[in-house]
């Protein structure tokens, strides 16, 4: 079909979208819904996170400020906004029990595979270009949480779910454990409806358990202060204060989606991608600790774990073995990195040797 110059949604392209909505089913995403391009309202709620430093070192959130709030300077032309997400929880995962047992790594449940990026912005190009098989011409662009776009918010504006007081977006029937993704294009498709309606009601249960208190209001995050950011973002130490409330959670933290009662809902992915590797799942803290470099990268490859890199990974398992049981296996791991040559991991070392009574 040839594509149509005018900028109001085209009844004629119904069938288009319902086409690629079934198309995204096929491609595994678990919804789709499309939106135009206003993102006003969320643009001002990123302006004053970044007035009160909530970004914390994550310069690219300042940098980009401005395309973030201008979608249509990153695709010539573009009208509207495809909405996506893709469920990554594991199915039966006896996840809890792994939080609370201290001498086990605690490994955030969308990193225990293959990284999402990866594996959804390759889908999310072949549904772009099923887009321009229908619709001749069609420019697009796919994006998946690298790119500066406000993607919980064209997410709500698309009606794939609220944002609650955890900031996550949630979905009525499928909970938060999934990642977001966007094509922005240019073809007219007819609009969804947004999602206006607050389910969060008078529960803070999110806001409560947070074990860094990482929230300073509802719908707020300091990621300063955020166990997320602390272990996968940030490059420098992890601040005194938040050493012994990460407990064993070494890279990423779901506590405030635990404790979401929206989550028993939640939907489990089928992906094989996602399927956890090196039994990442079910790790003890001193024997991930032992991995050497050459082992952190081939067993990391193409998992998001790699963004922290191996001096990160040291460091934040360091913390994890501070707070585990003082065991000889514990102890003589942590003394086996006394020497280590990064200062970012002796430092972690020192104080986690210390917890444990072992001073020099
Ligand atoms: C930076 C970032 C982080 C930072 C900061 C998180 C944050 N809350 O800002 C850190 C490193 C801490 C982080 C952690 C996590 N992240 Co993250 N992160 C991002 C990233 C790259 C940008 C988020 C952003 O723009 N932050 C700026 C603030 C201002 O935006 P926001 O919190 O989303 O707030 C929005 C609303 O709250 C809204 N808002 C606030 N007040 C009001 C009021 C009204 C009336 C309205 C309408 C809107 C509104 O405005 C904002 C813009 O829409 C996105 C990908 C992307 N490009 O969007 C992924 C993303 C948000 N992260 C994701 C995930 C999975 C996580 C973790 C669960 C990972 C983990 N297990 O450790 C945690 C969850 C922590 C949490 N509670 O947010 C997913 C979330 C999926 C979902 N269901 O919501 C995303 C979308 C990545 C993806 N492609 O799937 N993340
Ligand atoms: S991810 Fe963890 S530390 Fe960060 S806000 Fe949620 S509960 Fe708090
Ligand atoms: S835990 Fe409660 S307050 Fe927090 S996001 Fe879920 S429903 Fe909302």
Redesign the pocket.
Known sequence: MPKTSIESDNPLLTPVKTALVEESQRLGFADCRVTGLDIQ??GK??DR?LALKY?AD?SY?SRHRDL?QAPEQLVPGALRCVSV?MNYWPPEDPTRERLENPETAYI???ALGRD?HKVMRKRLGNLGKFLQRKLEGTQFRAF??????????F??EAGLGW?GK?????HPRAG?Y????EILTDAPLPVDDGFTDQHCGSCRACLDLCPTDAFPEP???D?NR?I??LT??NRGPIPEAFRKPMGNRVF???D??LVCPWNKFAQFSQEADFKPRHQLDNSRLSELFLWTEAQFLERTEGSPIRRTGYEGWLRNLAVGLGNAPGTPEVISALKSRRKHPSQLVRIHVRWALKQHGCEH
């Open positions: 309202q969320h709620a990123l996170w970004q994550m959130m973030r997400r955030s449940r969308y999402y998946v949480d690298s790119a500066p776009v406000l993607e919980r918010g997410a709500r944002i955890n900031t996550m977006l949630i938060s999934f990642f977001l993704g719908h707020v995050l990621a955020c997320s950011y996968i973002e990423g933290c779901d405030c989606q």
